[in-house]
């Protein structure tokens, strides 16, 4: 290890910034938001009041002296003339601060590393001044799958540690219960900002542990949109729970890259749920989800797309939490969006369609049928899921409501994966084209004037095969 970052305290830190120029703003900015006190010298000319940070203290325009210095912890010296910034930084040693000449790292006490501020909870990255802006990266990569509530997560536990220091005075045993309570239902709902929910299940983790008999504590069920398949296309939060599952429930439309992302030593639970083979039924899911969570562990239920769009997302919830479990629900990005992006289908477009329907081609066995007068609208693009297998019935409904037989249609399998394929038709040779096909992975059907727009490899090839 060739440099070690040490935590400064900043309640009643004296900070001195000297300098008016983007580097010397760049340090003033990164405590105007803490409770250092922060002193600000400009002996190169004040800047202009557009640059000015909100906030920052009035500028003095001289050089700092010794009684400016004196008690001072940091001292951050940008200004263009060496000689006079070693002088100052000479000054504040002998004042007994530690000085920083902002891109002097040869005539600095310490660097400023690349920060990620969450307020409580601070990460830096450092390489000893030598590659600024390499961990400026690595500092951009760290923060994308950081938390934002993860300083409210510190912030409870702060107002805990004394309460859980006496009620377990054994240090490993302490150290289990931070670790249990960091994976907990508890850090989940301070993450969520549902700071009294929290409170009230970090109680009662504290009572249980404080008490000689044993409980299981009680797990966490995350309810994820999985995406289109492009781990690409994973938003921040799912991306996190997924590395921080103990159990993840998965189905046919989650594919293998997406599983990847997450923690190794995950167990991984296959249920299913591809048009014919619906090896696990919904209400047995429900109840492994249950079961999992009672056991204690974290549990990431992953749904192809966004849970709440085509998915059982909505059932799943609610069987969660009438058992009296936690049930967090994260959203992605539905397969229809992701699948008109890919194929550069507009789902709306001024000259052809004004609105866009999401609908299931798989109705519920002995539910409502579609309606199917309403989808046949001019002027609006259908975006038909788990509607392959029902092509022909779809076609001729649509028809017989009104659509014209020539409406263009677009077939899109594993769209924005890299074994993507679209394919584009007529609405009366809908059918065949799935036929043609010959799918094998999981495909939406589009009906509407916008299809036509779908951009595939050999275009007039393929509307020639389906007509």
Same mark, same amino acid.
């Given at each position: 290890m060739r440099v070690f970052l040490a935590s400064i305290p900043l309640e009643g830190a004296k900070v001195v910034v000297v300098g008016a120029d983007e580097p010397a703003l760049a340090k003033l900015r990164l405590f105007l938001n803490s409770p250092a006190d922060l002193a600000w010298f400009t002996p190169d000319g004040v800047p202009a009041a557009? $640059?000015?940070?909100?906030?920052?203290?009035?500028?003095?325009?001289?050089?700092? !002296?010794?009684?400016?210095?004196?008690?001072?912890?940091?001292?951050?010296?940008?200004?263009?003339?060496?000689?006079?910034?070693?002088v100052i930084a000479d000054a504040a040693r002998k004042a007994g601060a530690q000085a920083n000449l902002v891109d002097q790292p040869a005539f600095s006490d310490f660097h400023t590393p690349a920060l990620i501020d969450r307020d409580e909870?601070?990460?830096?990255?450092?390489?000893?001044?030598?590659?600024?802006?390499?961990?400026?990266?690595?500092?951009?990569?760290?923060?994308?799958?950081?938390?934002?509530?993860?300083?409210?997560v510190a912030r409870m536990a702060g107002e805990l540690r004394g309460a859980v220091k006496e009620s377990i005075p054994d240090f490993l045993a302490r150290r289990r219960f931070w670790e249990k309570a960091f994976r907990s239902p508890a850090a989940d709902l301070a993450a969520e900002g549902r700071m009294a929910e929290a409170r009230r299940e970090m109680v009662r983790m504290l009572n249980l542990a404080?008490?000689?008999?044993?409980?299981?504590?009680?797990?966490?069920? #995350?309810?994820?949109?999985?995406?289109?398949? !492009?781990? $690409?296309?994973?938003?921040?939060?799912?991306?996190?729970?997924?590395?921080?599952?103990?159990?993840?429930? #998965? !189905?046919?439309?989650?594919?293998?890259?997406?599983? !990847?992302? +997450?923690?190794?030593?995950?167990r991984r639970i296959y249920v299913g749920k591809s048009r014919g083979d619906h090896s696990v039924p919904q209400d047995q899911i429900e109840q492994l989800m249950i079961k999992e969570a009672r056991a204690g562990h974290r549990v990431v239920r992953r749904n192809g797309g966004d849970p709440f769009g085509v998915g059982r997302g909505g059932e799943a919830r609610g069987a969660v939490r009438a058992a009296g479990i936690e049930a967090i629900v994260v959203p992605g990005i539905t397969a229809a969006l992701a699948c008109a992006a890919s194929t550069g289908l507009?789902?709306? #477009?001024?000259?052809?369609a004004q609105a866009v329907t999401f609908v299931t081609g798989q109705p519920k066995p002995g539910g409502q049928d579609a309606d199917w007068a309403r989808l046949a609208a001019p002027n609006h693009t259908? %975006?038909?899921?788990?509607?392959?297998?029902?092509?022909?019935?779809?076609?001729s409904s649509l028809i017989a409501a009104?659509?014209?037989? %020539?409406?263009?249609? %677009?077939?899109?399998e594993?769209?924005?994966?890299?074994?993507?394929?679209?394919?584009?038709?007529?609405?009366?040779?809908?059918?065949?084209?799935? %036929?043609?096909?010959?799918?094998?992975?999981? +495909?939406?059907?589009?009906?509407? $004037?916008?299809?036509?727009?779908?951009?595939?490899?050999?275009?007039?090839a393929l509307i020639e095969a389906a007509a």
């Open positions: 557009l $640059e000015t940070p909100v906030g920052a203290p009035a500028p003095l325009a001289r050089i700092p !002296d010794a009684g400016d210095l004196n008690g001072a912890q940091l001292v951050f010296i940008a200004l263009p003339d060496l000689a006079v910034a070693r909870v601070v990460v830096a990255v450092a390489t000893g001044g030598n590659a600024p802006i390499l961990a400026r990266d690595l500092r951009s990569r760290i923060e994308a799958v950081l938390p934002q509530g993860v300083a409210s404080a008490t000689p008999r044993e409980e299981a504590a009680q797990g966490v069920v #995350h309810i994820v949109g999985a995406g289109p398949g !492009d781990p $690409e296309l994973l938003t921040l939060k799912a991306l996190r729970a997924l590395q921080d599952a103990d159990v993840i429930i #998965h !189905d046919r439309l989650v594919s293998a890259e997406v599983l !990847d992302r +997450a923690r190794r030593d995950a507009p789902l709306t #477009h001024r000259d052809h259908l %975006a038909v899921y788990m509607g392959a297998g029902q092509a022909e019935n779809i076609a009104g659509r014209g037989d %020539a409406t263009p249609v %677009a077939v899109v594993n769209g924005s994966r890299t074994e993507q394929r679209t394919f584009k038709g007529r609405l009366d040779g809908l059918a065949a084209l799935v %036929a043609r096909m010959d799918l094998t992975g999981p +495909a939406l059907l589009f009906v509407g $004037e916008t299809a036509a727009l779908a951009v595939v490899a050999d275009e007039g």
